[in-house]
């Protein structure tokens, strides 16, 4: 599996509970590292293409709407297997479905309002870091000691 870099997005719901911290954290303490971050509050053609492949599904809009209904903290988290470590402390697309212990378990309310996004694979990692982050806003740890 080896080192990998995945997007972490905390969503607007999460924001807004004051959870940035207590989702980051949960994510240190599993072992991942916090290469870059920055909160915005996305804009609609942003939130649009970002979400693009669920175009044609009944949710779009309203998953659009949501992202946009209040500022988010993207990161990128570094780490051994981290695309499938992040999606493994997240729990479960639907929160009524999220092992216990998860963040989406823990604070999501809604299948809708749930909390977190992370990347599902080493080609969406890539494209979504590359959507939102241009090289020089990332401070890999690859090399460094702190392994
Ligand atoms: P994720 O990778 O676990 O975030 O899940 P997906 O990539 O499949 O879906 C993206 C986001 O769309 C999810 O995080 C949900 O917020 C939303 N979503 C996915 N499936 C559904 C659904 O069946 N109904 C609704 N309302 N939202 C959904």
Redesign the pocket.
Known sequence: MGKEQTLLIV?PDAVRKNLIGEVLARLEKGGLKVVASKMVHLKEKEAEEF?A??RE????R??VN?MISGPVVISILEGEGAIAKN?EI?G???PKEAAPGTI?ADFAD?????A?????GPDTARTEIAFFFTPQEICPRLKARDY
């Open positions: 969503k979400y492949i669920h599904r009944p949710f779009y309203d998953l949501f999606r997240m479960a697309t639907n989406r809604s299948i809708d309002e749930n977190v996004h992370g990347s599902d």
